[in-house]
């Protein structure tokens, strides 16, 4: 659905900017992450993903003080900074979640 909801924006059929197709996909697959996350077990994982996304947007839209008015800054690099920081916490749900399931395997054994 999302991929035929972004050829029509792209082929411009629709009048919606493409990155705003972009944005809504990852949007929902990180609420979906953090549900997934929550309905395994992995709170605090799931709740540091939220948290480093909300941080991640804020940093991209808002721009703190240094980044916004002055060009020695590079605020593009700023924001992909930040995403390390929400995929070190996707390694770490997905982390939690293999190593409960193995903890789950031995006790069964």
């Excluded at 972004?6 to 996909?25: F, N, Q, R």
């Excluded at 697959?29 to 549900?35: A, D």
């Excluded at 909300?54 to 839209?61: D, E, G, S, V």
Aim: proline share 5%.
């Amino acid at each position: 659905m999302f991929i035929l909801a972004l050829s029509v924006a792209l082929t411009e059929h629709i009048p919606v900017p493409e990155w705003t197709m972009v944005a809504g996909k990852q949007v929902l697959m990180n609420l979906l992450l953090v549900g997934t996350g929550y309905s395994v077990g992995q709170p605090v994982w799931s709740s540091c993903i939220l948290g480093s996304f909300i941080f991640t947007l804020l940093l991209n839209q808002l721009k703190p003080s240094p980044f916004k008015y002055s060009t020695d800054f590079n605020d593009n690099a700023l924001f992909h900074s930040a995403m390390l920081m929400f995929l070190a916490c996707t390694f770490g749900l997905y982390s939690g979640i293999v190593q409960s399931t193995k903890s789950e395997e031995t006790e069964l054994v």
